[in-house]
């Protein structure tokens, strides 16, 4: 890849701009921390000593349930980042400003990828934090086993979703359709496999990547080679989208 592919200050501001221009993506953004946040505090405020201390519960994944939910706000605001380009002919008009098309997507990648990790990083930290301190003498703090770990690998993985949802996008031309398939399957996923994953199941990226807030072992792969898994999957979508973008017509 030559200089010329690579994202310049010009570039990234014109991405940045985009993306605090537009309110419905910007929202999204912001609902990766409500969401997660919210729905943490409501499981941590509702949680009694039999609940929290019961035979094979996993206390830290418990600090970090919310981020089930966060995650879809983390599609959606990926899926709205990019989506956004195949509008009204707004890909044309950004390619006519940025004939490079891969820096264009470069630079696009990288400001979404950087609003999603301040916003991932952050919504791990009060997460945490604050669903914690609702649970009182029970609570975990930052230096209980695994806590740090799990802080900082929730804001990578809501982050590597973003990317992943982003990249999808660009493949499929569209968030409908994005949108429409990833969170139900998601959902629907999760919800089957549930927390015991196994076999070809704990390598999908939202079952991989999550194994990151757990305490206790699951499965064969550990936290830091299940995120891993999960920036693979964010990878594969991203290169694909990379593709899409520099062969199709706009």
Known sequence: MNAHALPNVPVLHSEWIKIRSLRGTLWALVSILGATVGIQALASATIGPSEADGAGSDPLRLAFYGVSFGQIAAITFGVKAFASEFHHGALRVSLGAVPNRTRFYLSKVV???G????A???TGFVTFVAGQALMGDRGLGLDSPGALRAVIGSGVYLTLMVLFAAGLTAVLRGGTAVL???IPFILLVSFVIGDHASGLGQYLPDRAGQLVLSGRPQGDLGPWAGLGVTALWAVAALV????????RDA
């Open 180 to 182: 429409s398939l990833l």
């Open 111 to 113: 400001v979404i990828g």
């Open 115 to 118: 609003f999603a990790l301040v």
């Open 120 to 122: 991932g990083q952050l």
């Open 240 to 247: 694909g989208g990379w593709i899409a973008v520099r062969r």
